[in-house]
């Protein structure tokens, strides 16, 4: 990862505005976890109820996350109703105080330097979407990477549980309108403009938090919920941004569900290409009783090698990922016509990295499949030509 965020977690930093970071130590707070409350009101599921090794009855992580997007739903259409009756009755002005726009300006100007620097491709889609939604975009984007470069990035040593504190108290702080910085004015912006709830953001901090303390996931389940915390949730925080075509007959949590489908495709894909990466570091994402059942150990990830064992195992993983695409693509059509073609342009070129896995032999170990830029260059037109398809009149499934 460059060096050029390094200002997200070095204490005391400046940004280009000039003002200080501060420490990311400084605050004491323990984050709970959301999902463990949703779990205690929960009575009535049984499609979704596992026993676990001990014998205890849990409920699955898809049902935990499943109720989040229904959670998201409910809230957007409900927020979307009450500003219609508000805008009935009176359309207020932005109340703007001296000077604070150009500011604002230049913080989503900044937002977007950082997405084209990082996200070239995705970039360029933005710029087709209206601008309020593209700066609302870039916001977003520049919120998750900060977040990701605070356990990935060149200071993620320094990282504790409690900079991770400190970090959600800041992020609850731009929620209440209260920013530290320039960037975070500008997601604080964003957030009083659209329906945009706090949770999948607090759940990517404690995606952050499982990414410090665990390094194994034993089984499939344990790993989607890893999986939803670090990218179900990008989809989540964006659907209320991209916007739902209007002419759209799909239920908003089919949407939502597309969205999350979107997310834990990508992370899957992430991770199948970086089983190398990952290993050099001590990780394995990969799920342990799946890897057993294939005659596979930690100790075969180590040894980097591939072997019929470890082909047959990918096969396997890379036929899951590309179920979590195949959900999502339902759903891009659903939504407003100038967000899809970035989306559609994400989802081909993301799953394009499942057939470069292949095409390098299974190889995850020393090769790093990528795809091209002529490959690149070809699939965004195909996405253009997706983008133009509008929804059909033919309901999403929800779950
Ligand atoms: C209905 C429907 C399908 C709607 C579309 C919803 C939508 C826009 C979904 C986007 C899904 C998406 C792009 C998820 C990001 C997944 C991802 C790559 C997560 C990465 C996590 C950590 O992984 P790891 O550390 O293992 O990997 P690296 O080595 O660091 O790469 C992340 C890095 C988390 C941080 C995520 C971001 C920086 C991406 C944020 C992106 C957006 C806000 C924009 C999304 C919009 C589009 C159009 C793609
Ligand atoms: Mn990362």
């Not at 400046?14 to 707070?29: F, I, R």
């Not at 977003?140 to 991770?164: F, M, Q």
């Not at 659907?239 to 075509?245: C, E, H, K, Q």
């Not at 997310?263 to 057993?292: F, M, S, W």
Request: some cysteine; aromatic content about 8%.
């Amino acid at each position: 990862m460059s060096a050029a965020l390094i200002w997200v977690v070095s204490p005391n930093s400046q940004l280009s505005s000039g003002l200080s970071l501060g420490s990311l130590e400084t605050e004491e707070k323990r984050g709970c976890n959301r999902l463990s409350n949703i779990v205690s009101g929960k009575k009535d599921v049984v499609s979704s109820v596992v026993a676990n090794p001990s014998g205890n009855l849990a409920i699955s992580s898809e049902q935990l996350v499943y109720d989040v997007v229904l959670k998201q739903a409910a809230l957007v259409k409900e927020q979307m109703r009450s500003r219609l009756e508000v805008e009935d009755v009176e359309v207020k002005p932005d109340v703007v105080l001296p000077g604070t726009l150009g500011l604002l300006n230049e913080a989503y100007d900044r937002c977007g330097e950082v997405c084209a620097e990082y996200a070239k491709t995705f970039y360029l889609g933005t710029l087709l979407m209206t601008p309020e939604r593209r700066k609302a975009i870039w916001a977003i984007y520049v919120w998750c990477r900060r977040t990701d470069e605070l356990v990935d990035g060149p200071n993620a040593s320094h990282i504790t549980p409690k900079a991770l504190d400190r970090w959600e108290s800041r992020l609850e702080d731009l929620y209440n309108g209260r920013p530290f910085d320039m960037l975070d004015a500008a997601l604080s912006d964003t957030v009083s403009k659209f329906p945009v709830d706090i949770q999948p953001f607090k759940d990517m901090i404690d995606g952050m938090r499982m990414d410090l303390r665990k390094s194994r996931y034993q089984n499939f389940d344990e790993l989607y919920l890893y999986c939803y915390y670090v990218a179900g949730t990008v989809g989540l925080m964006s659907v209320p941004i991209m916007g739902i075509a209007p002419e759209s007959n799909a239920p908003t949590e089919s949407v939502y569900n597309a969205a999350l489908g979107l997310g834990i495709a990508n992370q899957l894909t992430n991770i199948l290409r970086d089983v190398g990466e990952d290993a050099r570091r001590g990780r394995v994402y990969l799920p342990q009783d799946e890897l057993a059942q294939a005659g596979l150990s930690d100790e075969d990830i180590f040894a980097l090698k591939v072997t019929d064992k470890w082909r047959f195992f990918m096969k396997k993983q890379i036929k899951r990922a590309r179920t979590f695409f195949d959900q999502a693509e339902e759903g891009v059509t659903q939504l407003s016509s100038a967000s899809r073609w970035p989306v559609w342009a994400s989802l081909l070129l993301y799953r394009q990295i499942l057939d470069e896995i292949e095409a390098n032999d299974y190889n995850n170990f020393t090769k790093r499949a990528y795809v091209s830029k002529p490959k690149k260059i070809v699939a965004l037109p195909i996405a253009y030509a997706k983008s133009l398809v509008p929804p059909s009149s033919r309901n999403l499934v929800s779950n």
